[in-house]
Nanobody, 114 residues
Framework: VQLQASGGGLVQPGGSLRLSCAAS????????MGWYRQAPGKQRELVAK???????NYADSVKGRFTISRDNAKNTVYLQMNSLKPEDTAVYYC?????????WGQGTLVTVSS
């Protein structure tokens, strides 16, 4: 399984970004896909997750601002991030889970600063 995240960058507070994660596995639709983030000096934390049935859950800190979605035809999961805050600054990682297997992408840096 290979996961390629993209879409990070520098954005001003209040701005938006959309992250994408392209996955290589055949049974993409069967996987639970997630976005995690790790800020400097902090532990990696769950941002959002979407199951194979489309159920989603979010960290309290991003509810109402971030939206996770998936396109099974394109083997891609997205994270739409709106109303970004400086505290959203982190490296964002794509994650894929199925049964006992778990894979991580390489991460994409999001910096929210004026």
């Amino acid at each position: 399984v290979q996961l390629q995240a993209s879409g990070g960058g520098l954005v001003q507070p209040g701005g938006s970004l959309r992250l994408s994660c392209a996955a290589s596995m055949r049974a993409f639709s069967s996987y639970t896909m997630g976005w995690y983030r790790q800020a400097p000096g902090k532990q990696r934390e769950l941002v959002a997750k979407i199951t194979s049935t489309g159920s989603t859950n979010y960290a309290d800190s991003v509810k109402g601002r971030f939206t996770i979605s998936r396109d099974n035809a394109k083997n891609t999961v997205y994270l739409q991030m709106n109303s970004l805050k400086p505290e959203d600054t982190a490296v964002y990682y794509c994650n894929a889970q199925w049964a006992s297997s778990e894979s991580w992408g390489q991460g994409t840096l999001v910096t929210v600063s004026s």
